[in-house]
Antibody
Framework: EVQLVESGGGLVQPGRSLKLSCVASGFTFSNYGMNWIRQAPGKGLEWVAY????????YYAETVKGRFTISRDNAKNTLYLQMTSLRSEDTALYYC???????????WGQGVMVTVSS | EIVLTQSPTTMTASPGEKVTITCRASSSVSYMHWYQQKPGASPKPWIY???KLASGVPDRFSGSGSGTSYSLTINNMEAEDAATYYCQQWNYPYTFGAGTKLELK
């Protein structure tokens, strides 16, 4: 069974940093591109970042470019999102999601909440 | 960036009713994916590559479209179909529609 389990969220002050993790199991992690997708409270879905299976290709949404860094450790089956210079508008539930070949985001984690507030 | 415009934003449907949700892209895309989300739950893949049903999706659902216009249709609405549906396109940067909240009448 495919599982994606996020952690590392919490309450953080504006301008500070936070690092999210997503541990994958039930599939060969190193074979798949991975994404972070977020959802502000009561709002829709916003794609944040993508990393290819071997970390060769990395893409970001304009809203986070230069502030967030996506990375992965295939030996640990873990995806990361380093978030710096956090703003109130980054407050959201952050999902880790697997990129299927042509099937879209085919597996999602349960999400981890990040709240940016003083 | 390709902007996806979903309509309607919210709608109600009675059991047995036919439901159609549309998604228009600001530029042509090769295909569209759709996700279903219920309150307090993670989104689920629902329809991929415009018209293919994800595993476990009832066959009363269908998807169609091309270019800049896509749709998700439910034949014979059931109570369990009440949810928010999002379309999503597969060009970078990936973008989602704002969602259509479908409620049971």
């Amino acid at each position: 069974e495919v599982q994606l389990v996020e952690s590392g969220g919490g309450l953080v002050q504006p301008g500070r940093s936070l690092k999210l993790s997503c541990v994958a199991s039930g599939f060969t992690f190193s074979n798949y591109g991975m994404n972070w997708i977020r959802q502000a409270p009561g709002k829709g879905l916003e794609w944040v970042a993508y990393i290819s299976s071997g970390s060769s290709y990395i893409y970001y949404a304009e809203t986070v470019k230069g502030r967030f860094t996506i990375s992965r450790d295939n030996a640990k089956n873990t995806l990361y999102l380093q978030m710096t210079s956090l703003r109130s508008e980054d407050t959201a539930l952050y999902y880790c999601a697997r990129r299927g070949t042509t099937t879209g985001f085919d597996y999602w984690g349960q999400g981890v909440m990040v709240t940016v507030s003083s | 960036e390709i902007v996806l415009t979903q309509s309607p934003t919210t709608m109600t449907a009675s059991p047995g009713e036919k439901v159609t949700i549309t998604c228009r892209a600001s530029s042509s895309v090769s295909y569209m994916h759709w996700y279903q989300q219920k309150p307090g739950a993670s989104p689920k893949p629902w329809i991929y590559e415009t018209s293919k049903l994800a595993s476990g999706v009832p066959d009363r659902f269908s998807g169609s479209g091309s270019g800049t216009s896509y749709s998700l249709t439910i034949n014979n609405m059931e109570a369990e179909d009440a949810a928010t549906y999002y379309c999503q396109q597969w060009n970078y940067p990936y973008t989602f529609g704002a969602g259509t909240k479908l409620e049971l009448k």
